[in-house]
């Protein structure tokens, strides 16, 4: 059998258990033997088509199930699945969730690749095929060149690197990124490529920093936000952490 670790927000729809032994080839298939078995907990995980809510997050031994198979992620009798619920108008985990910095890491040197290839060879459309990519990624809440991640991953040139973390400020960070090369893409329209290519250019460098100094300008800028009261910026950096700095691994 496999253990489903539920959050605090989803107990009293378990009789307060903490831990709940279900069955199930896959990770679908778990979440459906429990919400079988808890029928007020269906609600809170699937909506009326059947699907997983897109604020519930679900991870098998710390690694988020959309970098896996999703719900048709196979099983063993020794995993244990987490469910993480960002609850929609309300608090997000205070301590964040597992999140794999490997794929936010793969995720940037991919912008910076290509941004540079569409630098050097003048190629416009390979900016909006970013930004594309980008904005996509946020609005599915992954990173946008996951798939270059998990092929990396598959031929073993890199490896989880999982940290507890809040994501809600990494979306923004990218959605933030995206939104720069679509002014860049107005700006080549207009006739102005100098601001064009500078804004790629900003886009580039705050990849770099991330990636190579591990400092997450737009985390920060969402912290900042947060700090301000302003809506939709629910979490505050996590207590181990400054703003935007690579938190460390208490697992």
Request: glycine letters at 10%; hydrophobic letters at 50%; aromatic letters at 10%.
């Amino acid at each position: 059998m496999t253990t489903i670790r539920i959050p605090t927000p989803l107990r009293p729809y378990t009789g307060g258990s903490k831990e709940v032994d279900v069955t199930g080839g896959t990770v679908g298939a778990a979440l459906v033997d429990l919400s079988a078995r808890f029928p007020d907990v269906r609600r809170h995980l699937f909506d009326d088509a059947g699907g997983l809510r897109p604020y519930v997050n679900v991870f098998l031994n710390d690694e988020d199930i959309r970098t896996l198979q999703a719900e048709a992620t196979p099983l063993q009798s020794s995993d244990r699945l987490m469910i993480v619920p960002s609850i929609a108008g309300g608090a997000a985990e205070p301590q964040g969730v597992p999140v794999d910095h490997a794929a936010l890491r793969a995720n940037q040197a991919s912008i910076i690749l290509l941004l540079v290839a569409a630098f050097i060879l003048n190629a416009t459309w390979l900016v909006a095929v970013v930004a594309l990519v980008m904005l996509t990624g946020t609005a599915l809440g992954r990173p946008g060149f996951l798939w270059v991640y998990l092929l990396l991953r598959r031929i073993g040139l890199v490896k989880p690197d999982v940290l507890r973390d809040h994501p809600q400020p990494h979306r923004f960070a990218q959605c933030l990124g995206g939104a720069f090369l679509v002014a860049a893409l107005v700006a080549a329209w207009l006739g102005v490529p100098w601001l064009s290519w500078g804004l790629v250019w900003l886009v580039i460098a705050l990849a770099a920093v991330n990636l190579f100094a591990g400092f997450c300008v737009g985390c920060a800028l969402y912290y900042w936000l947060h700090r301000l009261g302003l809506p939709g910026f629910r979490v505050g950096p996590l207590p181990s952490t400054f703003p935007g700095q690579r938190p460390g691994n208490d697992r």
